[in-house]
C-alpha cells in the first residue's frame, strides 16, 4: 500500500513497524498492520492477523516503511508468526503476475500456495490407542471387537482402530476411561525415500536415446528453457522426460509434474516407481486434509523431491523447484474454469521463467500455440517418430454414416460391429468412443412432444439410466425419470434421443452377449481408487469391450486392445468453437492411439457423416502436418491465437433485461483503439446457467497489445455490478459456452 510520509514517533513503543499483509479474501490489495515489539517479520513471512471479527492466515507482502501517520491508532497487530517455511520471492512474484494477467484478485491467487486457506502450521500429532489392562468387566460385541484388534498390544491409529473394528469413538474413549487401553501419541512418518535416478535405467530405443540424452543436457543446463516432447502415442516419452527428473534429482532440487488428470494416473505412479524405486508425491483435491497437510509441509521443507499433481499443484512453495513437466500439454482441463481463470501450461512456463529453470512439454498432439512457438523456434522441439519395440501406429479407416450406418434407434454400424466380433474372438480388447455420458442426451414425449429441459438452465435434461435421474450437466440439478408426462399426463411415453455411453453399453450387450463390457465415464466415478482399480481391471484383460468418454483418451495403456471405434467423430466439430477442429483432431487421434500399443496392430474406425472434413482426412492419412499447417494459416488469417489474443466478459443476473441492459451500458463505455475489437454484448450460446441469464462480451486484439491492461482500464472506468448482477473476466477463454 502507499503511503505519505513516515512518521516513527507516532508508533506506540511497542510497535517495531509496519508491514503489508495479503490475505486470502477476494481482494486486490494488501492490508497495513503493526509489527508487535520482538517479532521480526519479513516478506514472506506466512502470519496470522486479525481481518473484521476473524483472526486469518496471510502473508507478508512488503515492509512498509512509510506508513501514513493518519492511521497509526486504527492499525492493528499482526498476530503471530506461524513456523512454517516463507513464501519465496519467485513465488509472490508469479502471484502477482497472475492476479495481473487474469485480472483476478491477489488475495484469491495467493490462497492457493497456502493449500487453500486450511490449518497451516506444524503437523497435528496423531493419537494412538494400545490394550494395557484386563478385560472389562462389562463386555460388548463391539468391545470384544476392538479388543481382539488390539490383542497385540501395538499402538494403533484411534481412527483406524474404530473404523476396523466398526465402532464409534465412543467405545475407544469408554475403555480409555477404564484402564483397559491408553492413548498414546503416534510416530511422526518418516520422510518418504528420496528417488534414485539409478534404481532401474531403461534400455531404451536409438531414438529414445538421443531424446533421453537431449533430457539430460536440457536439465543440467539449469536455467529458463521450454522443450517440447513430440512424440507418437506408445513412443516413450513419458520414460524420455524420465531421464531429466533423475538429472534434477541429481542436482537436489525438485521437479514439478502437472497431470491433466491426477485421478486417473495410477498407471504412471507405478511406472515411475519402477524407474525411481519409490512413487513421487501427489497433489490432488481428492487427498484428505491430512495428507493434504502432510504433503504440503515437505513440499515447502524441500523432503518431496518430485511431485506430481494437477493444475494447483503449480502455486505450491517449493523449496529447490529445479524442473516442471507438462504432461499432455494439449489437455484443455489444465484450464481453471471457476474462480482464478487460469491456465496452468501457460503459467507454468511464467514460473518457470520467474524461477529461472527449464520446463519441459510433453504431447502427441501439441496445441496449436505450443507447436507455433516450436517451429518459430522460441521451443526446443524433441522428437519421438515411432512407438517403442517397432510397433506400427493404428490402421485408421472411415465409417461413411450417410451410406453405411447402422439401423434406426442403433448406432454401431455393420462393419465396426463385425470388426468387434473379431477382436473378442482373438481374446482381445475392443474401445467404443463417445464423449457423451449418459444414457440419452435428450428425452421427449412421444404423446404431445415435451422436452424435458432443466428449470433453471438454457440445457436438456440427459437420461442416466444407471441412476434413474435426468440430470443437467452445467448446474447438477436433477430428477427422478417419471412414468407420467408431466405436460399431458401420457404414461410410459417418454423416449431417448440420441445415444451416451449408457445405451452404447445396452446396445453393445445385445450384440455381444458373451462380451464383458465396462463403462468409463466421470458420472460414474465413485473413488479415485475404484476409478484405478477398473483401470486395473482393463489392464490386466478382465474387460473384453471398453465403453468411453474422454476419460479413456487420458494416456492410459491397455496392452490386449488393437480396435477402437469411434461412434461419432463430428461430436465436436459443429459448437462454433474456434478451437473445435485442433480439439476435435487431438481427441480422435489421442483415443484411437490407445490401440495396439503392445502386441498386434492397431486398427481405428471413426464413424461420421463428414468422411471428407479436413481433420477427418488428416486423421485417416495419418497426415499431422497437413493438419496443423491449415489450422495455423487459418488462425493466422483470423487472427485468433496465438496470431492475437482474446478475452471474453460474460455478465449475468437474474433476469434477462438486467443482465441485458448492464451489458450493453459496459460495452457503450469500452475504450476505442484501433487494434481492438469488442464484439457484443450476444446472448451466450448456454444463455441460462443456474437461473442466472447471461450475455457475452468478446474481446479481440492483436498479439502485441496488452489486452489485461486494456481490460483493466476499461472496468476501472465502467458502471459497478450492483445487486445480483456478475461480471466474469476470462482472458485467454478455452470454452465459448
Known sequence: MDHPARADSLFPPQSSGVVDVLVPVALDR??????????????????????????????????????????????KEVGEKLDVPALKQELRTLVDWVANYTLSAR???????????????????????????????????????????????????????????GVSAGVIDGLVDEGTLVVEPMARALPAAAPDPSFCEPDFSPDQRSAADAMRTFAAKGD??????????GSGKTEVYFEAVAETVRRGEQTLILMPEIALTGQF?????????????????????????????????????????????????????????????????????????????????????????????????PSVETEVNARK??????????????????????????????????????????????????????????????????????????????????????????????????????????????????EESLAAIGPGVERLQEEAQKLFPDARTMVLSSDLITSIDAMRAELTEIAEGRVDIIIGTQLVAKGHNFPRLNLVGVIDADLGLGNGDPRAAERTFQQLNQVIGRAG??????????????????????????????????????????????????????????????????????????????????????????AVIKGRYRFRILVKSARNVDMSGYLRDWLAHAPKTTGNLKLQVDVDPQSFL
Open 30 to 75: 494488501a492490508y497495513s498492520y503493526k509489527v508487535p515489539r520482538g517479532l521480526d517479520l519479513k516478506p514472506g513471512d506466512v502470519v496470522t492477523v486479525p481481518l473484521g471479527a476473524r483472526d486469518v492466515i496471510g502473508v507478508v507482502w512488503a515492509e512498509n516503511p512509510n506508513p501514513d501517520p493518519r492511521l497509526h491508532n486504527r492499525l
Open 107 to 165: 488475495g484469491m491467487v495467493m490462497k492457493m500456495t497456502l493449500r487453500m486457506g486450511e490449518h497451516l502450521g506444524p503437523e497435528r500429532v496423531r493419537l494412538g490407542v494400545r490394550l494395557i489392562g484386563d478385560v472389562p468387566k462389562r463386555m460388548t460385541p463391539a468391545r470384544g471387537r476392538l479388543i481382539e484388534i488390539l490383542s497385540d498390544r501395538l499402538l494403533h491409529g484411534k481412527s483406524d482402530a474404530a473404523k476396523q473394528a
Open 224 to 233: 529458463f528453457h521450454v522443450a517440447l516432447i513430440d512424440g507418437v502415442t
Open 269 to 365: 505412479l507405478d511406472r515411475f516407481a519402477l524407474r525411481f524405486g519409490v512413487r513421487p508425491l501427489e497433489w490432488h483435491s481428492e487427498m484428505t486434509p491430512r495428507s493434504r497437510a502432510r504433503n504440503w509441509a515437505s513440499i515447502a521443507s524441500g523432503e518431496a523431491h518430485v511431485v506430481v499433481g494437477a493444475r494447483s499443484a503449480l502455486f505450491l512453495p517449493y523449496s529447490k523447484l529445479g524442473l516442471i513437466i507438462v504432461d499432455e500439454e494439449h489437455d484443455q482441463a489444465y484450464k481453471q474454469a471457476e474462480g482464478v481463470h487460469y491456465h496452468a501450461r501457460d503459467m507454468a512456463v511464467v514460473r518457470a521463467s520467474i524461477a529461472k529453470i527449464p520446463i519441459v512439454l510433453a504431447s502427441a498432439t
Open 377 to 490: 523456434g522460441r521451443y526446443q522441439r524433441i522428437v519421438l517418430p515411432s512407438r517403442f519395440g517397432g510397433q506400427h501406429m493404428p490402421h485408421i479407416e472411415a465409417i461413411d454414416l450417410r451410406r453405411e450406418g447402422p439401423m434406426r434407434g442403433h448406432f454401431i454400424a455393420p462393419r465396426l460391429a463385425e470388426a468387434v466380433q473379431i477382436a473378442i474372438d482373438r481374446k482381445e480388447q475392443a474401445l467404443l468412443f463417445l464423449n457423451r455420458r449418459g444414457y440419452a442426451p435428450l428425452t421427449l414425449c412421444r404423446s404431445c412432444g415435451h422436452r424435458f429441459s432443466c428449470n433453471i438452465c438454457d440445457a436438456w435434461l440427459v437420461d442416466h439410466r444407471f441412476r434413474q435421474r435426468l440430470v443437467c450437466h452445467h448446474c447438477g440439478f436433477s430428477t427422478p425419470r417419471p412414468h407420467l408426462c408431466p405436460h399431458c399426463g401420457a
Open 597 to 686: 500399443r503392445e502386441q498386434g496392430r492397431g486398427l481405428g474406425y471413426l464413424q461420421t457423416h463428414q468422411p471428407e472434413h479436413p481433420v477427418m482426412k488428416a486423421l485417416i492419412a495419418a497426415d499431422r502436418e497437413a493438419f496443423y499447417g491449415a489450422e495455423i494459416e487459418a488462425r493466422e488469417r483470423a487472427g485468433y491465437p496465438p496470431f492475437g489474443r482474446l478475452a471474453s466478459l460474460i455478465i449475468s443476473a437474474g433476469d434477462r433485461p438486467t443482465a441485458e441492459g448492464f451489458a450493453r451500458k459496459l460495452a457503450s463505455v469500452a475504450p476505442i483503439d484501433e487494434r481492438i475489437q469488442v464484439l457484443g454484448p450476444a446472448e451466450a450460446p448456454l
